[in-house]
């Protein structure tokens, strides 16, 4: 009958299991902000990229096939984010949610990454002049990885080099960025997305 009426039920015979909840709550927290950070501001910062470009392109920046495949290889060291390390600092105090700060950061970031995008844009379309193919496999190159270098920025308040990832975000960013770096170079993929063979200048 207690069990039945209690909210909490403790299956070890020590309140150090409180704490450990605790602290697995506020970790998990942690990522799902991590998460929340990272999507919303790559989805605006994309968005006002097109958005902009559309203004001097006379084509389509990203062909649909290659945006799906963006959000996929970008989303693959996301979904691990789940089993990253949280920094101590983090885990010390509760934490509320701040739609605000949220909202913010996302304008800050995306407009930063809207910014990274152009660097790259401007140069390729007015200097550069390169075919669409060219302009497509470039772009889609920086978006992913810059998005999966983003994901180490937001993912702590230190500086990212002081702040370990979990081996598995690690090993997922590794590998999206490795396939990512690769797709352009095989035939299949050249015909299945647009790819193409970046000159040595455009890498």
Do not use: C, H
């Not at 902000?33 to 994309?46: E, F, P, V, W």
């Not at 789940?82 to 739609?99: G, M, Q």
């Not at 960013?173 to 035939?187: E, G, N, Q, R, Y």
């Amino acid at each position: 009958v207690t069990k039945e009426e209690a909210d909490v039920v403790l299956l070890e015979k020590d309140l150090k299991v409180l704490a450990d909840g605790i602290l697995a709550g506020r970790k998990t927290f942690g990522n799902i902000i991590k998460y929340i950070l990272n999507t919303m501001s790559a989805n605006l910062g994309n968005m006002s990229t097109v958005a902009l470009s559309s203004f001097f392109l006379k084509f389509i920046p990203l062909l649909p096939s290659q945006i799906l495949l963006t959000n996929l290889l970008s989303d693959i060291p996301l979904i691990t984010v789940a089993t990253d390390n949280v920094d101590r600092e983090f885990t010390l105090k509760p934490k509320r949610w701040n739609i605000s700060f949220i909202s913010r950061f996302m304008l800050v970031f995306g407009l930063l990454s809207s910014l990274f995008d152009l660097l790259l844009i401007i140069p390729l379309q007015f200097i550069f002049k390169v075919e669409p193919s060219v302009f497509r496999t470039a772009w889609f190159l920086e978006s992913v990885i810059s998005e999966i270098i983003i994901l180490y920025v937001i993912r702590t308040k230190s500086f990212f080099w002081r702040s370990r990832p979990s081996n598995l975000l690690l090993i997922a960013s590794i590998i999206a960025a490795i396939v990512t770096i690769l797709l352009p170079f095989f035939w299949g993929t050249q015909i299945l997305f647009g790819f193409v063979n970046l000159p040595l200048t455009i890498w």
